[in-house]
């Protein structure tokens, strides 16, 4: 074990809760857009897993009792479909395209995540579109979440979008929302996690790591959370935006160059 990338990784993993904690967005997101500038990307998506799972059992246990097994049903019936296929993906690629990989689904979570702030615009325009969306839906949401997740552990595209459509289409509110992602997010890294160690894709000192980073999770979210109220939440949360357009920047670009 590097004891400089452990310490590394921490601190990573302690920005990413703290911004968490205050935007409300943005763990999977600035972990792994931080974490391949300076360690191997697969090493980086497999230690940022554990902490992955604490952190949405974390927030889930807050919302638990909005949680509709039906709707988590419908995406992890896709996501058992995705992840084999995406861990293929992310077990047949080299470093470089790895870091490219994740620079382009930062590129797009930026981008989805740039409009669904724009709350009014999107439900009026989802709700002009008239789109109903069932059963289907939820499983290729499950589905693409499952790829993308298995390749390169940021699954959020999809649902960001599916959830979307179901609160717009008033199917869901904001906590059911809540409840049923991050147990669905969940669920993925578990999953993710467990086919990993089955394959042995997982050395020790990796899993280590991921443990030793646990506490910079709840210290890095509790610190967030208590600095939320002193902290304008939309202005932050568009300098993190701008911060993640950034990385995805320039992990598009080293993977090229």
């Known amino acids: 074990m590097d004891l400089t990338l452990t310490a590394l990784t921490t601190i990573v993993i302690g920005i990413a809760a703290f911004v968490h904690g205050i935007a409300g967005f943005g763990f999977a997101q600035v972990s792994m857009g931080l974490l391949p500038l300076f360690r191997e990307t697969a090493a980086a998506s497999i230690i940022f897993m554990i902490p992955n799972i604490a952190s949405n059992g974390r927030v889930f246990w807050s919302v638990r009792d909005n949680f509709v097994v039906h709707d988590w049903l419908m995406p992890v019936g ?13 077990q047949s690629l080299n470093d470089d395209q790895l870091r490219l990989a994740v620079g382009i689904v930062l590129v797009i ?19 002009e579109v ?14 693409i979440a ?37 147990a669905f997010f969940g669920t993925l890294m578990t999953y993710r996690l467990s086919v990993l160690v089955y394959t042995g894709s997982i050395s020790k000192s990796i899993l280590a790591e991921s443990l030793i980073a646990i506490p910079a ?19 932050f949360g568009w300098i993190v935006i701008a911060g993640l357009a950034v990385n995805a920047v320039i992990l598009i670009t080293t993977s090229i160059i």
């Open 146 to 182: 499952g790829i993308l997740g298995g390749a390169v552990a940021i699954p959020g595209p999809p649902m960001i979008v599916y959830g979307a459509f179901m609160v717009a289409g008033d199917y869901w509110e904001g906590a059911r929302m809540k409840a049923v992602l991050t």
């Open 109 to 127: 979570a930026v981008m989805l995540i740039t409009l669904m702030r724009q709350t009014g615009y999107v439900n009026e325009r989802i709700r």
């Open 78 to 90: 896709g996501l058992a479909l995705g992840m084999p296929l995406g861990i293929y993906v992310f």
């Open 130 to 143: 008239g789109m109903r969306p069932g059963r289907k839906a939820g499983i290729s949401a499950g589905f």
């Open 217 to 235: 999770l709840y210290i890095g979210g509790y610190v967030g959370i208590r600095v939320y109220r002193s902290v304008p939440e939309r202005l």
